[in-house]
């Protein structure tokens, strides 16, 4: 059974600095990791989809890296802001059946003007 | 087609009463998936749907769960006999078989007084 783990639970950073936010996964058959933006009492928001092929993926301030052999993904936000506050969770596919999901349990990022 | 559709976004109902969501996933999704997720934690799979083949189930979904997907395009979830233990949002999700990444809705939020 694929368990998903996200470190640190929170965050609180100022304004303007880069963050590394990490996820470790038990099963490394996986299809794709993807990363969710989740705003409080919302639906999930996709951030980036990283293939099991792939190393690593970038959108805008946001990356986020794989390593399939080691079980850990991380996403690195350069240059923080006030908007970035949100939780984000990590979520993995599994290889076999329907790529089933398995979601972490998120970190909550506060970032302080 | 702008995304998927969760109704209502909120509901306040009284133990005992019996309540159901839709969800209306993107209209070329041929699957759909219900998770739901409590305060401070990740989403947890509840049921997965293809068309409207029910394939897999949770056993988190107790014998007052059921959902149901007619002529595979909408989903509804029903919860019979709710419990204050059932309050929780309820997240709706699709995808595309052989695409990557699911999209998701907004979420139902359920409190049960």
């Known amino acids: 059974k694929q368990e998903v783990t996200q470190i640190p639970a929170a965050l609180s950073v100022p304004e303007g600095e880069n963050l590394v936010l990490n996820c470790s996964f038990t099963d490394s058959a996986i299809y794709n990791l993807q990363w969710f933006r989740q705003d409080p009492g919302k639906g999930l928001t996709s951030l980036l989809l990283i293939q099991s092929s792939q190393r690593e993926q970038t959108s805008g301030r946001l990356n986020a890296s794989l390593d399939k052999s080691s079980g850990r993904s991380t996403l690195y936000i350069a240059a923080s802001q006030p908007g970035d506050s949100a939780t984000y969770l990590c979520a993995v596919a599994a290889s076999g059946g329907y790529q089933k999901v398995t979601f972490g349990t998120g970190t909550k990022l506060q970032v302080i003007p | 087609d702008t995304g998927v559709s969760q109704d209502p976004r909120h509901k306040i109902t009284k133990r005992g009463q019996n309540v159901t969501f839709r969800c209306d996933p993107i209209?070329?999704?041929?699957?759909l998936y219900w998770y739901r997720q409590t305060l401070g934690q990740g989403p947890e799979f509840l049921t997965y749907?293809?068309?409207?083949?029910?394939?897999?189930k949770s056993r988190l979904l107790s014998d007052r769960f059921s959902a149901e997907r007619p002529k595979g395009s909408f989903s509804t979830l029903e919860i019979q006999r709710t419990e204050q233990g059932d309050s929780a949002m309820y997240l709706c999700?699709?995808?595309?078989?052989?695409?990557?990444?699911?999209?998701f809705g907004s979420g139902t939020r359920l409190t049960v007084v």
């Open positions: 999700a699709s995808s595309v078989q052989g695409s990557d990444g699911y999209t």
């Open positions: 749907f293809q068309n409207e083949a029910q394939l897999e």
């Open positions: 209209s070329e999704h041929n699957r």
